[in-house]
């Protein structure tokens, strides 16, 4: 490139070149914004003023001491990500149990359950209301089952689940094939060595299968997790909080004080304790899924 400069300094330059603009870009979209984020929380801002106003801790103490609404929404957060990150789990490792099998129709299975996963959740969460006010009333009057009946986003208890289980069908395609990866990664091997020590499928698959799939399960778990508590935009477009609020996350009670309450500094201080939470959770969780997968 430079005839005048060695060769060292020629890799330097186009390292440079190629790295610079990114560094640039990355820190216009991420870092920039971010430190803007951490002066907002400090102030008592409605977003659209120009004069913003000091408050230094004031709003993460107001949070921490007396904000019902983060309470809930932090509880309601917290049983969805647990619940989540269970039941996704286990139904994508059955799945993928039973799709990795030879099977006739095992590639329009894979296909057929990775579909919703290329949906956008706004997307789905507005078919599936469709589906729980007007398809679930025309299945409870042809078949006459009570279940059809209920109110599936009338009621606080059912509107977690509806949540909970539309977040499943979205998503568990993308486990799914993390998880047969992992599958087809175990060589044959160990399973044949272990039929001919005559284990049984259920043996097979705690002291082989499961060890084995470690990585794919600490991949897996990570994803799970930081996904289950962010979540906002199924609750947005499946019951936009309700019924009476029951189903805010902290995702969506941090947009209702920003963007609805023109809370601008009280939202982002919610964002700054989100931030740090999902990133203490997830430096625990990988250091001890990792330290499971080096004992395995």
């Known amino acids: 490139m430079f005839k005048f400069l060695g060769r060292r300094s020629n890799e330097k330059i186009e390292f440079s070149l190629f790295t610079i603009p990114v560094l640039i870009c990355v820190a216009i979209a991420f ?45 309601f957060t917290v049983k969805y990500a ?66 059809f009946d209920l109110s599936w986003l009338g009621d606080p208890k059912l509107a977690f689940i509806s949540i909970l289980l539309v977040s499943i069908w979205q998503s568990v395609g993308f486990y799914l094939v993390i998880y047969i990866a992992g599958l087809q990664s175990i060589p044959d091997d160990l399973k044949e060595a272990a039929v001919v020590d ?38 947005l477009s499946l019951t936009a909080g309700g019924p009476g609020g029951t189903t805010y996350s902290v995702a969506y009670d941090i947009y209702r004080t920003t963007f609805q309450d023109n809370m601008y500094g009280y939202g982002t201080a919610k964002a700054i304790i989100l931030f740090v939470a999902v990133l203490i959770i997830t430096i625990i969780q990988l250091t001890l899924f990792k330290r499971r997968e080096v004992e395995a």
């Open 31 to 75: 870092y920039i914004p971010f430190v803007m984020t951490i002066r907002y929380s400090l102030m008592e801002w409605n977003g659209i003023s120009s004069n913003a106003k000091f408050v230094g801790f004031d709003n993460f103490i107001q949070i921490f001491s007396g904000d019902a609404n983060f309470a809930s929404a932090s509880w």
């Open 198 to 235: 005559g284990a049984g499928p259920i043996r097979r698959f705690f002291n082989i299968t499961l060890p084995l799939l470690a990585p794919s399960i600490t991949i897996s778990v990570f994803m799970a997790l930081t996904n289950s508590i962010k979540v906002f935009d199924v609750i």
């Open 82 to 147: 647990v619940l989540y990150i269970v039941l996704v789990n286990v139904i994508a490792i059955l799945l993928a149990l039973l799709l990795n099998m030879k099977l006739k129709s095992t590639t329009w299975l894979r296909a057929a359950f990775f579909i919703p996963y290329i949906l956008s959740l706004v997307i789905v969460g507005f078919i599936w209301k469709f589906i729980f006010m007007q398809g679930f009333e025309s299945l409870g009057k042809s078949t006459g089952w009570a279940i």
